[in-house]
């Protein structure tokens, strides 16, 4: 655990679920009828929480699902693991999607379909999961590649790596179920019996969900509050002057009126108490990062050369196109609030400056 980490309480101390299994977050008398349950990523980042909500739909009991896995091999066993044994028997009444990357979208077309049951999100995540699985221009692999030589990639071995990844997105997320019901900020939604209000937040994703249980205290945070890792705030080629971290920074003021003891489910890592603490040290890291930033620039810098700066350790393809995105908010974040101009050289890459 690190210093930060040591600030946060966790309830169930090293305890996590097994593959195919859940752990019952009942014993905490604040969260009766909810399940955690953990599926792997094919990535660094090895794991997502998802999470079972007791619920009852028209007499009918079952479970509210909130974010699916990824579309693996590995996380299709777990889910027929799961429906086998620690469902209870009960079936899925309705998927909810924190927002659209593969981790929490991959398999919702898959278990929405199985179970005949409606998908629950934003309109924003769920045009941009529809968008992304079809491969559409813009928001395709392909894409990126010169947003990235725009921004200093030119590394021809690299480029030709994330060039290969263009149907990465599809991959993960075989299909996406072609209607939703649409959650929006403030909106109250009853799931077992009891209200959890919408907090859409943005940065990370472009309308990113968060459920939030007064009568419980408990809050299903997605990516938007994690206790170990600070979310990804990227700049995409869909939105190439995009403005992402100031958005990022500001969605974490509707969180203030929160109890500071309310248990958060985070998507990655561990259940935790001690959201305003977390949500001061992510505002700290940001600050700092701006700073660095800030001062590389004291000369002509692209996000390229920003990215060591941010990021002291070697970089795969994937890893790289997440580290240039979060360099570019950094950078656009200074920029637009007037830190920083911004120059295209001779060479045709865009380089920002102090002012």
Not at 43 to 71: K, M, P, Q, T, V
Not at 258 to 285: A, C, E, N, W, Y
């Amino acid at each position: 655990m690190n210093a930060l980490e040591s600030q946060l309480a966790y309830p169930f101390g090293d305890t996590v679920p097994a593959l195919g299994t859940v752990l019952d977050i009942a014993p905490t008398p604040a969260a009766p009828g909810i399940k955690w349950l953990r599926m792997p990523l094919p990535f660094a980042l090895d794991h997502i929480n998802l999470w079972l909500l007791d619920d009852e739909i028209d007499g009918r009991r079952g479970w509210s699902l909130i974010d699916c896995g990824a579309g693996t091999d590995a996380t299709r066993a777990a889910w027929e693991q799961l429906i086998a044994g620690a469902l209870d028997g009960r079936p899925l009444l309705r998927v909810f999607a924190t927002h659209c990357h593969p981790d929490h979208v991959g398999l919702s077309g898959w278990l929405c379909e199985r179970f005949k049951v409606p998908f629950w999100t934003s309109a924003a995540e769920f045009a941009f999961a529809r968008m992304m699985a079809a491969a559409l221009p813009g928001v395709d692999g392909p894409s990126a590649i010169p947003h990235f030589r725009l921004h200093g990639l030119v590394d021809a071995a690299m480029l030709e790596q994330m060039a290969s990844r263009k149907n990465y997105y599809p991959s993960l997320v075989p299909s996406v179920p072609p209607a939703y019901t649409r959650l929006q900020d403030g909106q109250q939604v009853a799931i077992g019996g009891r209200t959890w209000r919408v907090i859409t937040g943005f940065g990370h994703s472009p309308e990113h969900v968060s459920l939030y249980s007064e009568a419980l205290n408990v809050l299903v945070s997605g990516d938007m509050v994690l206790p170990r890792i600070s979310t990804n705030v990227s700049v995409f080629a869909v939105e190439p002057e995009g403005n992402p971290l100031q958005l990022y920074l500001d969605s974490l003021d509707k969180f203030g009126d929160l109890p500071d003891d309310v248990l958060v489910l985070p998507s990655h890592g561990k259940p935790f108490r001690g959201l305003h603490t977390r949500i001061r040290q992510l505002r700290d890291h940001h600050a700092a990062r701006l700073d660095e930033v800030q001062a590389a620039c004291a000369t002509p810098q692209s996000a390229v050369d920003i990215v060591p700066i941010m990021f002291r350790r070697p970089l795969d393809a994937h890893q790289l196109s997440f580290a240039l995105g979060e360099a570019l908010a950094h950078l656009h974040a200074l920029w637009q609030n007037g830190h920083l101009r911004r120059v295209t050289g001779a060479d045709g890459i865009i380089r920002f400056q102090a002012t």
